[in-house]
């Protein structure tokens, strides 16, 4: 399963209504102040002890001290896993499921259509910080750039790949016509010493072409590789692990 950023998961528990998804299950509640108290699912008892915070969207039961999310409910009133719960929330919030989405975007890594071949050397994951950091700001020029770029929509649109939350949550991206060298993109003027140092910089991880210095990914749909999957190595977590473009 992909990890779920903490941020994202944060959002996802605020986005479903704890009492609402009670409700849905027919529990019955008596309103009481700002709150609600029901008969506790988790124990036997007769006088209800189980209060549930519509403004805070949280749960705490009085009498076993059973606490917590929308998330913990439904894993504990379903019987369910962690992903699967995960999956459930999303689906309720109205949101696509991500494991299909990381299918989606794997399979357009995949395409043997048009492409521009990953990034060749060195090999990201293993960059310093500073590089690391280099990396994620072209990441973000490129992820900008599709933003604005309603030829890149249309493209992911073919691909049934134009869904906002996926191409957010992938960082997907467009390098545009010009790339990141262009009058539009990061770069300090190329007769500037700042200039040529971050063009060098550029062309050792790959993204700027040695002889021309002109963008790798020029014209391309970019999709980054980032190390979120449980099965990464924890060095890997959160690094820029290759770069890879599609037209």
């Not at 962690?82 to 299909?100: C, H, S």
């Amino acid at each position: 399963m992909t990890r779920t950023p903490d941020t994202d998961l944060a959002r996802l528990k605020q986005s479903v209504s704890l009492l609402g998804l009670a409700r849905k299950q027919g529990r019955p509640m008596k309103k009481r102040g700002e709150d609600y108290v029901l008969r506790c699912p988790f124990h036997n008892e007769k006088t209800p002890s189980m209060v549930i915070s519509p403004a805070k969207n949280l749960y705490h039961c009085f009498g076993c001290g059973a606490a917590g999310s929308v998330l913990d409910w439904v894993i504990q009133t379903e019987g369910v896993t962690l992903k699967i719960a995960i999956r459930r929330l999303r689906e309720l919030a109205g949101l696509p499921d991500m494991d299909n989405a990381v299918v989606a975007a794997s399979s357009l890594a995949a395409q043997p259509e048009s492409q521009a071949a990953p990034l060749p050397r060195p090999k990201l994951a293993d960059l310093d910080d500073d590089g690391q950091a280099l990396l994620r700001q072209v990441i973000d020029f490129y992820h900008q750039n599709l933003l604005a770029s309603p030829e890149a929509k249309e493209w992911l649109e073919r691909r049934g790949l134009n869904h906002p939350e996926l191409v957010s949550h992938f960082k997907l991206g467009y390098a545009g016509h010009h790339g990141i060298g262009g009058s539009a993109g990061l770069l300090p003027s190329k007769s500037s010493q700042e200039g040529q140092q971050l063009r060098d910089k550029l062309s050792g991880l790959g993204v700027l072409r040695t002889t021309t210095r002109q963008d790798h990914f020029r014209g391309c749909v970019v999709v980054p590789v980032i190390g979120w999957a449980e099965s990464a190595s924890v060095a890997s977590r959160g690094r820029v692990l290759q770069l890879y473009g599609r037209r």
